[in-house]
C-alpha cells in the first residue's frame, strides 16, 4: 500500500527567528543532534514508511541541503524509478504555512506522471520518528479528505490527502481561495472532512533559535533519545568516514552526545559535539552545542553556547549565554580573548 503514497517535502518555509542559522542555509540543512541535518528526519520518516518516490521543493539558500542529500543515495532513493527529485521554487510570494499550492502547481506534470494514489505534505524541520503508515492507514479507515497530524492539538505541519485532491486544489486556488493545505484545514466550512491525528511520541517543531537550543539538549535525556532514535526505523544522513574520537588523559565528558572525529582535551559537559571538533587543554564547555569542525582553544569556558561550523575560539576566551538566550557565534567566525574583553 506505501508503494502508492508520494512524500512531499517544503522546503520553502523561511522563518525569521531562524535567521541567525539560516544565512547562508535552508532551514532544512541546519545541523542537528550531533551528525544529522533537520531535513533527515522526515525524509527519513518517509523512507521507513515505505515511500519510494519524495519531491523536495526548495526556495531559500538551498546549495547546502542539495550537497547534503545528493542522489538521494543514503536514504535508497537513488533510483531508476522514482526516487528524489529537486523542484526549486521561483515563486516571489511568502507564504509561511507549509504546502503552498502555487508552489506545487509550477510543477503540476510532476505530480500528473506520479503513479501514488496518495500524498503526504511535511515541512523540513519537525523533528520526530514517525509511522506515515499508520497515519494512512487511519485517514482510509475514517474515509477522511484530509488527514491533519497535531501534538496537544498544535500543527506538525503533516498532512495526508489524496493526490487527485491536491491537484485539485492547487489547480484551482486562484479561484478557491485557498493558498496552502493549511488554508484548506481551517476552513470549517470548506466540505472536505478533515481529520486530526494525535502524535503522542516526542516530537520537536525547530521554528526558533531557542526551540533549536532547547531541543537539542533534549536529546541528553535518554527517554527522548529513545523516541527520536529507534533501532527499527533509523535515521539516516549523509555518511561521512571520519575516525573515531580522540580522548586525551586530562579529557572529562560527561552527559554528553560526541561525534566521530572529535578531539577532546577539555571538560565537555551536557553538550553536543559534532564532527571533527577540538576542545583544548584547560578548557570548559557546558550546556553548548559547537557544530562541525569547530576549534576551541586552550583554557576557554563555555556555557550555554551555539558554535555554528567552522568557528574558531582562540585561548583564554570566556563565551557565556543563557538558557533562553544561548550565545551563538555564527558560521566561520573567530572569537578571542580581547575581542572579548
Known amino acids: 500500500m506505501m508503494q502508492k503514497m508520494l512524500g512531499i517535502i517544503d522546503a520553502t518555509i523561511h522563518n525569521e527567528a531562524m535567521e541567525d542559522l539560516t544565512l547562508k542555509r535552508s532551514i532544512g540543512a541546519v545541523p ?43 536514504w535508497d532513493l537513488d533510483r531508476k524509478r522514482d526516487g528524489l527529485f529537486f523542484f526549486p521554487s521561483s515563486v516571489n510570494e511568502t507564504n509561511r504555512n507549509t504546502g503552498s499550492f502555487q508552489h506545487f502547481k509550477e510543477n503540476e506534470d510532476f ?20 509511522n506515515f503508515k499508520q497515519i494512512l492507514e487511519r485517514h482510509i479507515q475514517n474515509r477522511c479528505d484530509i488527514t491533519h497530524v497535531v501534538k496537544n492539538e498544535e500543527t506538525l505541519d503533516i498532512f495526508v490527502l489524496e493526490k487527485d485532491l491536491l491537484v485539485s486544489l492547487f489547480m484551482n486556488h486562484e479561484h478557491n481561495g485557498y493558498k496552502s493545505i493549511m488554508d484548506v484545514v ?35 535525556n535518554p527517554t527522548v533519545w529513545k523516541q527520536v532514535f529507534v533501532k527499527e526505523n533509523p ?37 553536543i559535539i559534532f564532527r571533527g571538533v577540538k576542545i583544548g587543554k584547560g578548557t570548559v564547555v557546558k550546556n553548548s552545542i559547537v557544530m562541525q569542525k569547530g576549534v576551541i582553544g586552550e583554557k576557554c569556558v563555555l556555557d550555554s553556547v551555539i558554535l555554528d561550523k567552522d568557528v574558531k575560539v582562540e585561548n583564554n576566551t570566556e563565551l557565556i549565554g543563557t538558557e533562553k538566550a544561548p550565545y551563538l557565534v555564527k558560521k566561520g567566525s573567530v572569537q578571542g580573548a580581547l575581542m572579548n574583553s
Open 32 to 74: 542537528f543532534g550531533g551528525r544529522y541535518r533537520l531535513i533527515d528526519f522526515v525524509l527519513s520518516n518517509m523512507v521507513n514508511s515505505g515511500i519510494q518516490s519524495v519531491a523536495i521543493f526548495p526556495r531559500y539558500q538551498y546549495r547546502s541541503l542539495m550537497d547534503h542529500l545528493g542522489s538521494g543515495k543514503q
Open 111 to 130: 505530480f500528473r506522471r506520479s503513479n501514488q494514489k496518495y500524498v503526504v505534505i511535511t515541512n523540513s524541520f519537525t523533528v520526530c520518528n514517525m
Open 186 to 220: 481551517q476552513d470549517g466550512a470548506s466540505g472536505y472532512k478533515v481529520c486530526n491525528y494525535e502524535y503522542l511520541n516526542y516530537v520537536a517543531v525547530i521554528d526558533s533559535l531557542e526551540n533549536y537550543y532547547q531541543h537539542s539538549l533534549k536529546l541528553l
Open 235 to 271: 535515521v539516516f544522513t549523509k555518511v561521512k568516514d571520519e575516525p573515531p574520537t580522540s580522548y586525551s588523559k586530562e579529557a572529562y565528558v560527561k552527559n554528553s552526545m560526541i561525534a566521530n572525529g572529535a578531539i577532546i582535551e577539555g571538560h565537555v559537559e551536557n553538550s
